[in-house]
């Protein structure tokens, strides 16, 4: 029985810390970014993590392998950890998963605004055209 894996890793990017959460599913990898001021405490990650996992917004998924999850000897698996925790910065996978989400909210950003400034540009020359018919009436 396949199951989703998710790792939540937590790293110091001056000025602010920082939270990549990582899942590996049945269609492929995402990632989320989450930025917390101070340091957060291990009580209150766990608390986050049970309120606000549900909220993240994964970036699209791409195709990646799955981590393989065999069983350990349990001290080695301790090893392990100590060493996982001792790693800085976010894997390259997590970086391009969140770098493609930024495109994407940035072409989503750009789309709107484009269409905005057309609309006010239109409201304008509408209103510059309504001007000049009411100034050739004598008004």
């Keep these: 029985m396949d199951r989703n894996v998710s790792s939540f890793t937590v790293l110091f990017q001056p000025p602010f810390w ?5 899942r590996w599913e049945d269609v492929g990898y995402s990632a989320a970014r989450v930025v917390f001021g101070a340091e957060p405490t291990e009580p209150q990650l766990y608390e986050w993590l049970l309120g606000e996992w549900h ?3 994964f970036s699209p998924s791409a195709e990646g392998e799955r981590p393989v999850t065999e069983r350990k000897n349990p001290k080695r698996a301790q090893r392990e950890a100590r060493e996982a925790t001792r790693q800085r910065g976010a894997s390259t996978r997590a970086q ?3 770098s493609r989400q930024r495109e ?6 750009q789309t709107k605004s484009r ?13 510059c055209q309504q001007k000049k018919r009411e100034k050739k009436r004598g008004r």
């Design 104 to 109: 994407q909210e940035g072409v989503v950003r």
């Design 18 to 22: 920082v939270g990549i959460a990582e």
């Design 115 to 127: 269409q905005r400034r057309q609309e006010e540009a239109e409201r304008k020359y509408l209103l």
């Design 96 to 98: 391009e998963a969140l």
């Design 55 to 57: 909220r993240l917004r």
